[in-house]
């Protein structure tokens, strides 16, 4: 499934009615499936309350209802703007409506907006159709400011059409103000910002409506990934022996931090690899030994190491970063694995601050790389601030991951993988739980896993992500988000990783 800009959303609705099907019917058909989802929430007897903007966003919401007022339902709809200022076929389901039962009200933006508020707080449902994938980046105004806020603060279930009014499609910053929605029903396809930032807390539940529209109509390489789209865990062959499943070796850890390799070590043990190998510092051999999953072979370095201190004989694949620190200087182990061998190397926490110190290393390197920071490791590794990065950050991944050819895995609630060739993969599974120490650790050591296993780096952090996600979901869904740790991550792999 594809995950769409505004633009791109407002191309493939005009192509659809180049094709045949009249704007009229296309927004019937979006005001039938949204009323669909509305009324399976409904009681007899239930008064609904929708508020309609001046454009196409608010025409879904009259053609939602006069529906649910056909059904039997009371609606009130309050507009935003007058008439003359709504588009096309707004203006002609308001004539539609005015032949329907359907208390209409136009909202004054001279007068205040007490009656509204009373209205909402007497209404058992309240439909956000203020704005949709038309809003601009421009200053909402203090009157519509207002009521975006008086819609949050009515205490009423809020169903949201296509995006929740003043949230962004584009990046899922808000505006001056933005619907917290409880259920957004979604036309067609997700919209870049109901992932992103604030996104997903304004939107709530979203479920998706088809109408018919093509996805592929207009050219877009962002998906939404699930569970269908991957090919890992490999189906194991009887004739098969620990080597097929990858041989993985994992550099991670040291004084004062050797929980991450352990977290590391397990997570890619317990996600099918054949065979994994833990470097540690001298030091700390003895508490990782103590510690260790009885099947990990441990190996110390001292020092500085070098690829070739690693055996390389039937290694697949190479993680390097948890909990390493910023002391030891690890740009010579890294850019000796990235200038010597071509086993693949993923490279996450600490070894990506040394990396950000010589990113262009990439850049030469033949070997294929996976890079699994978070926004702010991001920001170290460009050089661009957090901020700016938010505001565009399918931009600055897709133009990184391109520009020094790498697997990026920009890390959040729904975490965004990049490929070198441009395309944009959003993440389907975790919930905020999983912002816990060590979590990030139990991904990377999973993702070095799937790598083992499968010889394409994409894949390998495609089904890392969904799982680890899918993992935590599982914890969470029995036990609630809050006491959930990394552990009860790995411990959860055996429930979504059948
Ligand atoms: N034929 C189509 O294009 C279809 C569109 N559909 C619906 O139409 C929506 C998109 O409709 P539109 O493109 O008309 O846009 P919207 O209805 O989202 O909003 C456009 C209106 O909002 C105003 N506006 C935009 N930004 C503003 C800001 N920052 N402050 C104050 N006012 C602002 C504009 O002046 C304009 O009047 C979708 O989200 C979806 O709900 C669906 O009906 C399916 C078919
Ligand atoms: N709010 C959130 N909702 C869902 N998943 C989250 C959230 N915050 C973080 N995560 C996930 O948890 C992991 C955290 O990784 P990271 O930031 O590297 O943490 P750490 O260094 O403590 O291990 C990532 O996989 C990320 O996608
Ligand atoms: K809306």
Known sequence: MKVVTPQEMAQMDQKTIASGISGIDLMEKAGTECTRVI??????????????????????GQVIARQLSEKGFSVQVFFTEPADKMSPES???YSRLRESSVAVQFLSHEAGLEGFEASLAGADLVVDAVFGTGLKDRPLGEWYETLLNAVNACGKRIAAIDIPSGLRGDNGLTLEAAV?????????NYKVGCLLNDGPDCVGEPVLVDIGIDENCVENNKYFVQKQDLRCPVKRKKNSHKYDYGSVVIIAGSKGMIGAGLLATEGALKSGAGLVTSYVPLEVYLPVAARSPVEVMIKTYDCNITGEDIEHDRKRVVLIGPGIGRKKNYSIILNDLLYNTTVPVVIDADGLFHLSRNLDVLKESKTPVILTPHFGEFSTLTGVDREEILKDPIGHGRCFAEEYQVVLVLKGYRTMIFSPEGEVFFNSTSNPGMATAGSGDVLAGMIAGFAGQSVDLLEAAKAGVFYHGAAGDYYAEHYGESTLTARNIIDSFKYVLK
């Open 39 to 60: 009324e399976s929430t409904l009681k007899e007897g239930m008064l609904i309350c929708v508020i309609c903007g001046p454009g196409n966003n608010g025409g879904d």
């Open 91 to 93: 203006q002609t389901n």
């Open 180 to 188: 917290e929605a409880d259920q957004t029903i979604i036309i067609q």
